[in-house]
């Protein structure tokens, strides 16, 4: 992950501290340079080919997460996001190695994961890098990091944080999807999102 220049930080310090002084409405989107929704994520646009484009929460409401395992590396995925003959995209990709989180498009529009366009339009994406049967990709890093963004997803948009609304891929009706996988560990998980 390359480092932040001394020109950089200095502007994130001056969007930082002009950002404290607007409403909490506006906030979330100055702070990340009218990009990302969440701080801690990199913004590593899908192609708008593979989303639509919509105005959530006013559009359809949002009261689901999704959460799946990529099958895939974490730049390979990025890659296949950006890539406008893939028609597939997730909001966020959390790498395994150390929890870096990219965010490919914007909450308020509706990525294309769930396979379902009911589940689509009312919930958030989350990929985790990995394998549904290679455990070892399931770092505590990702967990943690994954768990604290699934927190702040359901901060921003009322999603209670359960087992209810934070689904896995497999749950969505009509997947023939596994992920997560058994190797997924659910009880953690929703410890972690309410613990942070
Ligand atoms: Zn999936």
């Known amino acids: 992950m390359p480092q932040p220049d001394r020109r950089s930080l200095l502007q994130g310090a001056a969007v930082a501290a ?9 906030r979330a989107v100055a702070a990340s340079s009218g990009e990302t929704d969440c701080p801690q994520a990199a913004w590593k646009p899908a192609s708008p080919s593979n989303y639509t484009a919509a105005n959530r ?5 949002v009261d689901l997460v999704v959460l799946h395992v990529t099958q895939a590396t974490f730049g390979n995925t990025v890659g296949i996001f950006a890539d406008a003959a893939k ?3 997730a ?21 294309w994961h769930a ?21 070892a990709y399931f ?18 948009h009322g999603i209670p944080k359960d ?3 934070i689904v896995g891929h497999h ?15 659910w009880d953690r998980y929703i410890r972690l999102v309410n613990l942070v």
């Open 87 to 89: 028609q597939v995209s």
């Open 18 to 26: 002009a950002a404290a002084l607007l409403p909490a409405s506006v």
């Open 57 to 61: 929460p006013s559009s359809h409401p």
């Open 91 to 111: 909001h966020y990709v959390v790498r395994s190695a150390d929890g870096y989180i990219a965010q490919c498009l914007r909450e308020k529009d509706i990525g």
């Open 115 to 135: 396979g379902n366009w009911d589940h689509n339009a009312r919930s958030i994406g989350i990929e985790h890098e990995g394998w549904v049967d290679r455990p």
């Open 171 to 185: 749950e969505v009706p009509g997947s023939d999807h596994t992920d997560p996988g058994s190797n997924w560990d």
């Open 163 to 165: 087992r209810a609304h």
């Open 139 to 156: 770092t505590h890093i990702m967990y943690e990091r994954s768990a604290r963004l699934t927190a702040d997803v359901c901060d921003r």
